[in-house]
């Protein structure tokens, strides 16, 4: 799963997680508390849990499966993109 390589080229991301599948612009990958790995992105596909298909959301890493680096490529960040997201105790790749 090479989330750095997908956030340095504005690739789209695509994964399973909670049970729906999801196409993500990924914003900034690293660690948040509790050591966990976790990737914070915009949603713009696939199923929520929460019914909200479209937004910013966090994910687990772990809890992704069936990851895929997409062709399709995003522009630029999202305008409430957070440069350094202070939610991330280290920060491995951001935009």
Do not use: N
Not at 1 to 7: F, K, L, P, S
Not at 9 to 14: E, P, S
């Amino acid at each position: 799963m090479d989330i750095c390589a997908a956030i340095a080229g504005r690739r789209l991301i695509r994964f399973d997680y909670d049970g729906h599948e999801r196409v993500v612009e990924p914003h900034t990958y690293g660690l948040i508390g509790g050591g966990r790995r976790a990737l914070c992105g915009y949603q713009v596909e696939g199923g929520s849990r929460s019914g909200s298909a479209a937004g910013w959301k966090t994910f687990h890493v772990d809890g992704m499966t069936r990851f895929e680096i997409l062709d399709r490529t995003f522009l630029r960040p999202r305008p409430e993109y957070r440069k350094g997201d202070r939610g991330f105790r280290k920060i491995f790749c951001d935009l």
